[in-house]
């Protein structure tokens, strides 16, 4: 990392999109931590769109930062969707039969959450599609469960329209730990801004007031009126109620930086993800600004001397006047409420296997020895010799078992594998996990260690901390997946979520679309580049036979082609370093579930295709959350 900047005004960004506020914020979550720690800062919190999916990068890059000697506090936090109350919603809904069937097309194709700005930002016409923002901050762990618990159920049922949504009622429910404000241009003091906007001060005031008295009720002195500083006239303008509401409601303020992209210099890379978003969906205007100062805003980490700075540079352009000392003490009221109010806590990662594989009255080791020993009374073996040996092993592997806790493990595998094998969708068991005689006896493998002479000790040590791993095939995973969810319940079933990302010759032709450059130029470079570059990455590699597919960089770095045109183009070249590997989409593991118990506090589910799965992928939620 380069030399940290120095900051005189403390202070602690409490609004931030990554990459996984899709097609909105630009960055992966360590690139966000590395430049705020580089920029002055020793905290960061990311709020990303109606989701928590880049919680364990935050958790897993905060912990190599640790390693490095770095002390730097990640801060939980979601900007959820907001409407005042979904069941009046719902009766409304109801009511206009002609807007619930062009609704229900858009209904049915439950998505990634996208940020329409414009939208959020403004009045709408079809009142169904109302909602405000709404930033909320983890304290603790209780805090984090009841933000996790919010996010789950804004994704299912009513909630969900358009967006995952939460009301009034479910705040009340899950409001302890949670630190809340009101957000941007999009928020919930904005939505009285824009909805009150022609009925002048008074009437914005008046249902600002309500907003407030509903929202201090909930959060009492965690409630904060958010302010931001940019060249917008609204803007300042709804700084301007949210200073009065302060001093007339006694609520303190906080100024966010609500950062979108890691650095300052990537402002236009952040602009151009923003538009290959939307290219598909609607008619997109293909210029790009020149400079920042078109734009009106910079929305990275600042540090504390940048937020003044900001506030002093655009309240001028305003003719506006605020008082400053009220102004600083929004800045560094966010520092006190990132460094003191907020604990430093890892979340909890423990695994919460499903109890329901263990019968009341019982433990789970009474269980899988009962179950274990019934299953070897069911292979009926005839010799007092071979029975002895069969026994001696599984009393073996019974006592590592135990000792390393992992009974309800094998419980829950083998729950999974009773309705595999009802639907006669499961192989017979393969790799280290075939060793093991219990998982033979409980029917999760159909292989016998014993007869092929597999060792259990390949499979499980005695003094094993992390949990074992069985493998087994099943013909089809998805129709298994369905199965549990329909019978265990979506509290206890989840789909592990894959992340797709812009790949390098769909980004190439996507950009240039930006600037004009004919499509046969383009076709013909990325038409060549992975010919070009595979021979030489794999002489580079040693590689004499077989399949390989170059890295990005080595395409980068091999192909004439490509190289000749990002030399023409220097610009497509910037904006494919910044945007390669962004998220694009979430999809579903082929074969990744979780079973747990209580699934939805536990981590904070999304819905993808109309499906409710994880909001993490393949070893970032299962291995270390």
Not at 43 to 65: C, E
Request: hydrophobic share 35%; net charge negative; aromatic share 10%.
């Amino acid at each position: 990392m380069t030399e940290r900047v120095k900051s005189v005004i403390p202070f602690v960004n409490l609004h931030g999109h990554s990459t996984f506020s899709v097609f909105d914020g630009l960055g992966f979550p360590d690139e966000h931590m590395d430049f705020a720690y580089e920029n002055g800062m020793d905290a960061l919190a990311l709020t990303d769109h109606g989701s928590m999916n880049g919680l364990s990068y935050q958790v897993l890059h905060a912990q190599k930062m640790k390693e490095k000697g770095i002390n730097f506090k990640p801060i939980f936090g979601v900007e959820a969707y907001f409407h005042h109350s979904i069941s009046e919603w719902k009766q409304l809904k109801e009511s206009q039969a002609a807007a619930k069937k062009a609704a229900k097309s858009e209904e049915d194709e439950v998505s990634l959450t996208v940020e329409n700005e414009e939208e959020s930002k403004s009045t709408t016409k079809n009142v169904l599609n109302k909602r405000r923002h709404l930033v909320l901050l983890a304290q603790n762990q209780v805090g984090l469960n009841n933000i996790f618990t919010l996010i789950s159920k804004s994704y299912q049922g009513d909630n969900y329209y358009r967006f995952p949504r939460i009301d009034y009622d479910m705040l009340k429910a899950h409001s302890e730990g949670v630190i809340a404000s009101s957000a941007c241009l999009g928020g919930i003091y904005a939505g009285d801004y824009w909805e009150n906007y022609e009925g002048g001060p008074k009437a914005i005031l008046e249902a600002m007031r309500d907003t407030t008295k509903k929202m201090m009720e909930i959060f009492g002195d965690r409630w904060y009126g958010e302010l931001q500083w940019n060249d917008s006239k609204d803007q300042m303008a709804l700084n301007g109620f949210i200073i009065k509401l302060s001093q007339e409601f006694g609520f303190k303020l906080v100024s966010t930086a609500d950062s979108h992209y890691p650095r300052p210099e990537m402002w236009k890379d952040r602009i151009l993800y923003k538009k290959i978003g939307w290219l598909n969906k609607k008619d997109s205007d293909r210029a790009l600004p020149e400079t920042v100062d078109e734009v009106g805003y910079e929305l990275y980490p600042k540090n504390g001397d940048q937020m003044m700075a900001s506030f002093e540079h655009y309240s001028q352009i305003h003719g506006i006047k605020f008082d400053r000392d009220v102004v600083l003490a929004s800045i560094t009221e966010a520092h006190n409420i990132g460094m003191n109010r907020i604990e430093s806590f890892v979340p909890d990662n423990k695994v919460k296997l499903p109890t329901f594989v263990v019968p009341a009255g019982t433990t789970a080791d009474d269980e899988l020895s009962r179950l274990a020993n019934e299953g070897l009374e069911k292979l009926r073996i005839r010799s007092q010799k071979k029975r002895e040996e069969y026994q001696s092993r599984l009393d073996r592997e019974l006592v590592v078992i135990k000792q390393n806790s992992f009974s309800q493990y094998f419980l829950t595998m083998k729950a999974i594998a009773d309705k595999a094998n009802d639907m006669m969708l499961s192989g017979p068991g393969r790799g280290s996990g075939a060793g093991a005689l219990v998982s033979y006896l409980l029917g999760i493998t159909q292989i016998d260690p014993i007869k092929w002479e597999l060792q259990f000790e390949r499979f499980m040590r005695s003094n094993q901390k992390d949990y074992p791993d069985i493998d087994f095939d099943v013909a089809d995973p998805m129709s298994l997946k369905d199965t549990l969810i329909q019978e265990w319940g979506m509290d206890k079933v989840a789909p592990i979520t894959n992340w797709n990302t812009l790949q390098l010759k769909s980004l190439i032709k996507d950009i240039s679309k930006f600037y004009d450059i004919e499509f046969s130029e383009v076709n013909d470079v990325t038409s060549k580049m992975m010919l070009e570059a595979t021979p030489l990455a794999k002489q580079k590699n040693g590689i004499k036979a077989g399949l390989y597919v170059p890295t990005f960089e080595e395409v980068m770095e091999f192909s004439e082609s490509l190289n000749n045109f990002l030399e023409k183009y220097p610009q497509i070249k910037q904006h494919v370093n910044a945007l390669h590997g962004q998220i694009r989409s979430a999809s579903r593991h082929a074969g990744g579930v979780v079973v747990a118990e209580k699934i939805n506090e536990s981590m904070p589910l999304i819905n993808s295709g109309g499906v409710i799965q994880t909001p993490w992928s393949e070893g970032q939620n299962v291995r270390h959350l």
